[in-house]
């Protein structure tokens, strides 16, 4: 799960309970048509046909099912539900929950090429101090919004991948529509190239990835796809199963297939969630899964970061710089009079540059023809950003720098304003240094970028997956289950002596768990 400063939609959803019920009325007509829910059904085995039967006759309509299991999700006449439940052919009738998506760097050093970018989570798991050489016999499957098989980092990647079946053509595997995916994916395997992006926990193309796609742009799936996705990861030889993703109630389906896959020596790992408080998000709080906590660059429990009994291990999840599909992110230089500005990129904003002096415009709540052909210089207050932006534009104005009206850093969305002139923010102290510079050369440029800083459990997911991996791949006769105890036991504890509900048992650690199996075997 996925928290951004930014807004960005997909990222910082809310876990909640969602129930698929749609009231709608029927054209032409006094009454409305019965109320439906989707609901998963779960039959005996060899009734397929019989309860593809009886749904028929209730007027449902069958909506996916669930990869090699007697189940299905069903859109259902509410007022059918009870009865169909009592069929002898029926196991039980759940809803159907809707599950949704749940840094800063340093130059290169060794072990990596010259030119990379290492997010600071990287030497926190010490993925710096373990080389992935074994990383080949081991598969980490991603259940995610997809993997942008274009990304520069990702591209040349043992990777193979599931199309999310429900939604058609944009369910492609190698089209990730809200990013997500393809940032979980760069903290796990970004390639350690010479010069270019970051780098995972496992560069060195070696490991096996799985991308089994169930969120497309809208940004959330159902229990029912997330069971077929966990089954099929299964299926692929999956060893780690990497969910940063959760909903607010558990489903009966989902944790009898991750019970099973546990069974079957598969790890499966997920986000504890973003609502910062003591809520139980699932898949995580299933015992068959681990569920992950976030922090920060220090070590410390970030605010967001769900805590409860259920917390098993932390992993950094705040300013995690990783990949995204090309270009499609953004990054501002601002210079003012020669000396370089540090400054954001106002959500909305074209890929521009724009040159020319600056100018004072105020709080931008009024039009103001002197504006024209100048950068304008505008303070937060009175109206909404996007509107100050317009005005500028509409003044005449060929870019905007908003300030903040405190000292620290500005970051804005430019919400509904359509605006054609770039712009971006800076902080309140910034804005007063730029108050002296009026009338000198303001130069802005923003530019696509192919990574991204995200903040959520989302991020510190992917980084104990790849740890398991990357371990695991040293003792390949380990067990999931015992790959999951040693993580537990090789962690470095924080917060409170012993486990606690915020961190866990601790920051995952990938060399200290390899010399503890080492030293003792598996699952010490």
Same mark, same amino acid.
């Given at each position: 799960?996925?928290?951004?400063?930014?807004?960005?939609?997909?990222?910082?959803?809310?876990?909640?309970?969602?129930?698929?019920?749609?009231?709608?009325?029927?054209?032409?007509?006094?009454?409305?048509?019965?109320?439906?829910?989707?609901?998963?059904?779960?039959?005996?085995?060899?009734?397929?046909?019989?309860?593809?039967?009886?749904?028929?006759?209730?007027?449902?309509?069958?909506?996916?099912?669930?990869?090699?299991?007697?189940?299905?999700?069903?859109?259902?006449?509410?007022?059918?539900?009870?009865?169909?439940?009592?069929?002898?052919?029926?196991?039980?009738?759940?809803?159907?929950?809707?599950?949704?998506?749940?840094?800063?760097?340093?130059?290169?050093?060794?072990?990596?090429?010259?030119?990379?970018?290492?997010?600071?989570?990287?030497?926190?798991?010490?993925?710096?101090?373990?080389?992935?050489?074994?990383?080949?016999?081991?598969?980490?499957?991603?259940?995610?919004?997809?993997?942008?098989?274009?990304?520069?980092?990702?591209?040349?990647?043992?990777?193979?991948?599931?199309?999310?079946?429900?939604?058609?053509?944009?369910?492609?595997?190698?089209?990730?529509?809200?990013?997500?995916?393809?940032?979980?994916a760069g903290t796990i395997a970004a390639i350690n190239n010479a010069g270019r992006g970051v780098v995972g926990v496992m560069p060195n193309k070696k490991v096996k990835l799985h991308i089994v796609k169930v969120f497309g742009a809208d940004g959330w799936a159902y229990s029912s796809t997330l069971s077929s996705a966990a089954k099929l990861c299964g299926k692929a030889g999956a060893n780690v199963i990497s969910m940063s993703l959760g909903g607010a109630s558990p489903s009966r389906t989902e944790q009898q297939i991750f019970d099973n896959l546990e069974a079957k020596g598969v790890l499966s790992i997920a986000a504890a969630g973003n609502d910062g408080d003591s809520t139980i998000s699932y898949p995580a709080g299933y015992a068959s899964v681990m569920?992950?906590?976030?922090?920060?660059?220090?070590?410390?429990?970030? @605010?967001? =970061?769900?805590?409860?009994?259920? /917390?098993?291990? +932390? !992993?950094?999840?705040?300013? &995690?710089?990783?990949?995204? *599909?090309?270009? @499609?992110? =953004?990054?501002?230089?601002?210079? /003012?009079?020669? +000396? !370089?500005?540090?400054?954001? &990129?106002?959500?909305?904003? *074209?890929?521009?540059?724009?040159?020319?002096?600056?100018?004072?415009?105020?709080?931008?709540?009024?039009?103001?023809?002197?504006?024209?052909?100048?950068?304008?210089?505008?303070?937060?207050?009175?109206?909404?950003?996007?509107?100050?932006?317009?005005?500028?534009?509409?003044?005449?104005?060929?870019?905007?720098?908003?300030?903040?009206?405190?000292?620290?850093?500005?970051?804005?969305?430019?919400?509904?304003?359509?605006?054609?002139?770039?712009?971006?923010?800076?902080?309140?102290?910034?804005?007063?240094?730029?108050?002296?510079?009026?009338?000198?050369?303001?130069?802005?440029?923003?530019?696509?970028?192919?990574?991204?800083?995200?903040?959520?459990?989302?991020?510190?997911?992917?980084?104990?997956?790849?740890?398991?991996?990357?371990?695991?791949?040293?003792?390949?006769?380990?067990?999931?289950?015992?790959?999951?105890?040693?993580?537990?036991?090789?962690?470095?504890?924080?917060?409170?002596?012993?486990?606690?509900?915020?961190?866990?048992?601790?920051?995952?650690?990938?060399?200290?768990?390899?010399?503890?199996?080492?030293?003792?075997?598996?699952?010490?």
């Open positions: 799960m996925t928290h951004i400063p930014t807004g960005v939609c997909a990222m910082s959803v809310a876990v909640r309970l969602c129930l698929a019920s749609v009231a709608a009325a029927v054209a032409g007509a006094a009454t409305a048509a019965p109320t439906t829910t989707r609901v998963i059904v779960a039959y005996k085995a060899g009734t397929v046909a019989k309860v593809k039967t009886l749904i028929g006759a209730a007027k449902g309509s069958i909506k996916h099912e669930i990869s090699d299991t007697n189940a299905m999700a069903v859109d259902m006449p509410s007022a059918a539900i009870a009865g169909l439940s009592r069929n002898p052919n029926i196991e039980y009738v759940e809803v159907d929950l809707k599950r949704y998506p749940s840094a800063l760097t340093a130059p290169s050093a060794a072990p990596y090429l010259s030119g990379q970018l290492v997010p600071y989570g990287i030497p926190m798991v010490q993925a710096d101090k373990l080389s992935d050489v074994h990383a080949g016999n081991r598969m980490v499957c991603i259940i995610d919004s997809g993997y942008s098989i274009g990304q520069e980092d990702l591209a040349a990647n043992n990777v193979t991948g599931e199309n999310d079946k429900e939604k058609q053509g944009a369910g492609l595997w190698t089209v990730d529509d809200n990013h997500h995916g393809t940032h979980v569920m992950v906590g976030a922090l920060d660059v220090d070590k410390q429990w970030a @605010s967001f =970061s769900q805590f409860n009994s259920k /917390v098993e291990i +932390a !992993a950094p999840g705040v300013q &995690v710089l990783s990949t995204v *599909p090309m270009n @499609s992110g =953004s990054a501002a230089t601002l210079s /003012v009079g020669g +000396a !370089a500005f540090s400054a954001s &990129v106002n959500t909305g904003s *074209p890929q521009l540059g724009a040159t020319a002096p600056l100018a004072d415009f105020g709080i931008g709540n009024t039009l103001n023809p002197a504006m024209s052909g100048k950068v304008c210089l505008i303070k937060r207050g009175a109206i909404a950003f996007g509107d100050k932006v317009a005005n500028c534009q509409a003044s005449g104005g060929v870019g905007a720098i908003l300030y903040n009206n405190i000292p620290e850093m500005l970051y804005a969305t430019l919400g509904a304003s359509v605006t054609s002139i770039p712009s971006v923010a800076v902080s309140g102290d910034d804005g007063a240094l730029l108050m002296g510079k009026l009338g000198q050369a303001a130069a802005i440029s923003i530019t696509g970028v192919s990574y991204a800083y995200y903040d959520g459990t989302s991020m510190a997911t992917p980084h104990v997956s790849a740890v398991a991996a990357l371990v695991w791949s040293y003792f390949p006769s380990c067990t999931g289950v015992q790959m999951r105890s040693t993580l537990r036991n090789s962690a470095l504890d924080l917060g409170a002596p012993g486990r606690d509900d915020k961190y866990g048992h601790g920051l995952v650690q990938a060399k200290t768990a390899h010399e503890r199996i080492t030293a003792l075997g598996c699952g010490n």
